[in-house]
């Protein structure tokens, strides 16, 4: 019995310390290859061409950032062409340009950061459950950590039909994504773990409003867009806008429908390219030594809003409306956001506030190319895996698993027949 156990044993632990080594190495991005040949712009844009060429991409604007600064930008579009100022609606990434307004209504002192949520609601409150409402803040809205269980997720409403009420899309949203109950309720406990919430920034949209007794888009053009000079940038789109929309796709190239959000600060905002450029300079010091944050909040609360609040499996993931994608030299961290929609809208920032670097995307037609160039840029940068690129290398990841186990498999029964012959 010994002489079998032992060998299992050995095959056991070998697997294992496979298992490890590969995951370990995947984290670390050993076995993963920069998306471009060198370490110059230049070679990036190469790179990115290539993806292009790769699937179907609608409309395509991209900028590298150097030290605060455009060093590159890159258009491409299969129909109307698109450029610096054309406007792309940029589905999630909504939620970080949402929090830097909520941000200057804390610093203002009419929100507080840790009080409980519904003291500032009176047209709708969290339906009553299992848990504390009065343990869902402002702070844990904002870091996907409030104990909201939505899920969501919206669809928008096709032209022509209806738009729900901010109220009605928080009692059931009628535009959830499929498989999605569309109720937002607290269905684990407040502050006990991440999970994402797009019902949790249309909780603070209202909140914006009743505080404010503006709409979201006027409080957001007010106190945000104008201030920052972002003139092409709105939560709502009016047909008769003299400004540019960039077309819609669906992902096998055909034409797509421009939908409408009830969720203004969790999916909806027009943006260009140029307008992005802004926001991600207001996040550093400027070039003729303009604060972070340009007088319009300040600087510390652009670093509070990348102060880690949300974790998974033991990683920093979530700020206060921003994604912590990895950590820089000095323990900081390179922070933005991305988005996704249907029909396919992709969008992705990444900032390194250290040194002022970065990349924005904004794309249409496409459900994940500016998220899988933005994270692949941060490796190119840095060799750090980021937080969006690591699931895109699980099944590689999981594939060198395998395959290691069956030659560790392989051998140890070879090496078994072996014994088993010489002992004959």
């Known amino acids: 019995m010994k002489k079998i156990l032992l060998p299992v044993l050995i095959t056991v632990l070998l697997m294992l310390l496979w298992a490890g080594i590969v995951i370990f190495g995947t984290i670390d991005g050993w076995f993963h290859q920069p998306i471009a040949k060198s370490n110059t712009s230049q070679s990036f844009l190469e790179a990115v061409d290539n993806e292009l060429d790769k699937q179907f991409v609608g409309n395509f604007a991209m900028a590298i950032m150097s030290r605060g600064t455009v060093e590159q930008e890159k258009f491409h579009s299969v129909g109307k062409s698109v450029d610096r100022n054309s406007v792309f609606q940029v ?36 339906p009553p459950g299992s848990f504390n409402n009065e343990e869902v803040t402002v702070r844990r809205l904002l870091s996907h950590t409030a104990g909201l269980t939505d899920g969501l997720g919206y669809s928008g409403f096709e032209a022509g039909r209806p738009v729900q009420s901010i109220e009605q899309s928080l009692t059931k949203a009628a535009d959830a994504d499929k498989g999605i109950s569309g109720e937002v309720r607290v269905g684990i406990q407040p502050g006990s ?6 019902g949790g920034y249309t909780i603070l949209q209202l909140v914006v409003e009743e505080v404010t007794g503006q709409s979201f888009a006027s409080y957001m053009k007010e106190a945000i867009f104008d201030p920052l000079n972002m003139l092409q940038s709105s939560y709502t789109w009016e047909d008769s806008s003299d400004y540019k929309l960039a077309e819609f796709y669906n992902s096998d190239g055909s034409k797509a429908g421009h939908y409408r959000y009830t969720s203004l600060a969790a999916t909806s905002l027009y943006t260009s390219l140029s307008d992005m450029e802004l926001f991600f300079q207001a996040h550093l010091k400027g ?23 949300g974790q998974s499996m033991g990683v920093d993931i979530w700020g206060l409306g921003t994604v912590l994608y990895a950590t820089t030299e000095d323990n900081d961290f390179i922070i933005g956001h991305d988005g996704k929609s249907n029909p396919p809208i992709n969008t992705a920032i990444r900032l390194n506030p250290e040194t002022g670097d970065g990349i924005i995307i904004l794309e249409t037609g496409n459900p994940i190319v500016a ?23 699980i099944d590689g990841m999981v594939w060198m698993i395998t395959i290691g186990w069956a030659i560790i498999l392989v051998v140890t029964i070879a090496i078994g027949i072996v014994r088993r012959f010489k002992m004959k």
């Open 91 to 126: 589905s999630s990434l909504s939620k970080w340009v949402s929090a830097f307004g909520i941000m200057k209504l804390v610093e203002d002192g009419r929100l507080d950061l840790d009080a409980p949520v519904n003291k500032f609601l009176t047209r709708w409150q969290l």
């Open 193 to 198: 773990e991440f999970k994402y919430s797009g």
């Open 287 to 309: 070039k003729n030594s303009e604060p972070p944050g340009r007088n319009v909040v300040k600087p510390e609360t652009i670093e509070k809003m990348r102060e880690p609040h």
């Open 371 to 393: 998220t899988k160039l933005a994270s692949e840029w941060v490796f190119w940068k840095t060799g750090k895996v980021d937080t969006f690129l690591f699931p895109m290398l």
